[in-house]
């Protein structure tokens, strides 16, 4: 079976997996999400082993969860905890790591600090906003509904449904413009792709590709949020899915480059066809951190 074939069976068993986590939302996307940012953060780690690193996994693995358990209960603590939360959760582990690394008597010790809080940040943090954005309208937003205008009129059960639904939603665009993006920039690379969008990088993107990629994921993101997403302005979700379509690819460049460093094509084989959880979800990476904090400044603080 050729490898285009066992990527195309993949990705049939595993997007429906995917969608499925999303809609069921509470604690199923959350381990999903944790999982998917250990896996990576492993994966980078072991890129890192390639550039005479030893990244403090164990300690790098309990940081990237502790920031997935900071963005599930986000949405529902006071808000003057989670204000200190995430600066106090990083100081913290920090400080572990230096002492830590103090300990080790490893060599290198600052590179082993770096790409160990590096990963935590890079991956886990960036990563696991995606339960951010999962729970973007859950808990505390619905408390007082003149956070979130759209949902002013209904009790609190509907809108209680209606958060969780729109957050369901949220995600599932995000995944949706990413895929868009990725597919069309390269079936149309392939077919009229003739200037090189980063040589040094990855010598098979062009230009042409990538223009259809971003415009591509915007007029996704417009046609999904015009059916479901009530709340996000045609001009909003352009802007979104422009943004999920060019940061997306600057996610994959970013980890083209860490491999090129590595010397490695893909991060590891754990995903048949498709390399590892870093290669299928780097522009993830980018995107989520990029749509959650747009949703906040640009639509429930305005």
Same mark, same amino acid.
């Given at each position: !079976?050729?490898? =285009? ?6 990705? &049939? ?9 999303? $809609? ?10 944790? !999982? ?21 996994? $164990?300690?790098?693995?309990?940081? /990237?969860?502790?920031?997935? @358990? ?52 890079? $991956? ?11 729970? =973007?309208? /859950?808990?505390? !937003?619905?408390?007082?509904? #003149? #956070? ?66 971003? &415009? ?37 460049? #970013? ?11 893909? /991060? ?22 990029? @749509? ?11």
């Amino acid at each position: !079976m050729s490898n =285009t074939a066992v990527r195309t069976i993949v990705a &049939l068993i595993a997007a429906p997996i995917i969608i499925g986590l999303v $809609i069921l939302g509470g604690w199923w996307f959350w381990a999903f999400a944790q !999982m998917l940012a250990i896996l990576a953060l492993k994966e980078l780690y072991d890129l890192g082993k390639h550039t005479t690193a030893s990244p403090q996994r $164990i300690t790098g693995y309990v940081g /990237s969860f502790l920031v997935g @358990v900071y963005f599930m209960i986000v949405g529902i603590a006071p808000e003057a905890l989670t204000r200190l939360l995430f600066p106090a959760l990083i100081l913290i582990f920090v400080l572990t790591v230096l002492i830590i690394e103090l300990l080790r008597n490893k060599p290198h010790p600052l590179w082993n600090a770096a790409i160990t809080v590096f990963g935590v940040v890079y $991956i886990g943090a960036f990563l696991t906003s995606l339960i951010g954005l999962r729970v =973007t309208f /859950s808990g505390k !937003m619905l408390e007082t509904p #003149v #956070v979130v205008p759209f949902l002013n009129g209904l009790s609190p059960t509907e809108r209680l449904a209606a958060g969780d639904k729109w957050g369901a939603w949220l995600v599932f665009a995000t995944f949706i413009g990413i895929w868009t993006c990725d597919s069309l920039a390269f079936f149309a690379g392939k077919a009229f792709g003739k200037h090189k969008l980063f040589p040094r990088v990855s010598p098979n993107k062009s230009w042409e590709g990538a223009v259809v990629g971003f &415009l591509s994921s915007s007029a996704a993101f417009v046609a999904l949020a015009h059916y479901l997403l009530p709340f996000l302005p045609p001009l909003h979700a352009a802007v979104i899915g422009a943004l999920v379509g060019i940061i997306g690819q600057f996610g994959d460049l #970013v980890e083209s480059l860490f491999k090129r460093d590595a010397g490695v094509k893909d /991060s590891s084989n754990i995903i048949p066809g498709h390399g590892g959880v870093y290669d299928r979800f780097d522009a993830a990476m980018f995107v989520a951190p990029v @749509v959650y904090l747009y949703v906040h400044f640009f639509l429930l603080l305005s």
